[in-house]
């Protein structure tokens, strides 16, 4: 799921990946609507920065009372939209991802919340849910090609998954690309 030019600059050298800052996030499974298992993004407020109003998985930049990335993923998760912790189950980690634009290295993780417990979000960075159902995830009709201009290139075409009427790409449209690989590989 990234766009070619991405590729080549991952594959280059780049010495400010040395000195990347780091972020946890977490791809949250659970159940809705009569236990239908969904998948939950959000989509971040507007703000001056590389990554405003884009959908997101919940997470962020780690801190240094965080043990380590999965701890960022679950403490961000519990401040993004108030899953407890404690309720959360973290099945996977799954392969970083270095975002140029921000200068991150994020690393994702994959969890269950077997709650039905409403999400609370936190206002000042989140806009909104995106609570996608696995089976919209799943059908490769979601997948698509769209040009995009962004912070840092102009009219580019990116490939993107179309969930719940929102263009998703990227850094997290990687991330969900190998949580749809995997899954297809056990259902």
């Given at each position: ?5 991405r ?7 780049n010495p ?20 239908i ?10 703000y ?31 401040e ?21 634009p ?43 090609e ?12 990116v ?27 056990v259902?």
């Open positions: 799921m990234a766009h070619k030019d590729l080549e600059e991952l594959e280059m050298a400010q990946r040395k000195h990347a800052k780091k972020a946890g996030v977490l791809a949250l499974f659970y159940p809705k609507n009569e236990n298992t969904h998948l939950l993004l959000i989509l971040r407020k507007t001056k920065g590389v990554h405003s109003n884009q959908i997101a998985f919940p997470g962020g930049k780690f801190e240094l009372e965080d043990a380590d990335l999965q701890e960022t993923a679950l403490r961000e998760t519990n993004e939209v108030g899953v407890p912790i404690e309720r959360i189950s973290v099945i996977k980690s799954l392969s970083k991802v270095y975002i140029p921000s200068n991150f290295e994020v690393y994702p993780f994959v969890g269950l919340y077997e709650q039905t417990v409403p999400f609370v979000l936190q206002e000042a960075e989140v806009e909104s849910l995106v609570e996608v159902s696995l089976t919209d995830f799943m059908n490769d009709a979601n997948l698509f769209q040009t995009l201009s962004t912070s840092y290139a102009k009219n580019i075409a490939p993107a998954f179309k969930l719940n009427g929102y263009t998703v790409w990227g850094a997290t449209a990687m991330m969900l690309s190998e949580v749809k690989e995997l899954l297809k590989q259902l």
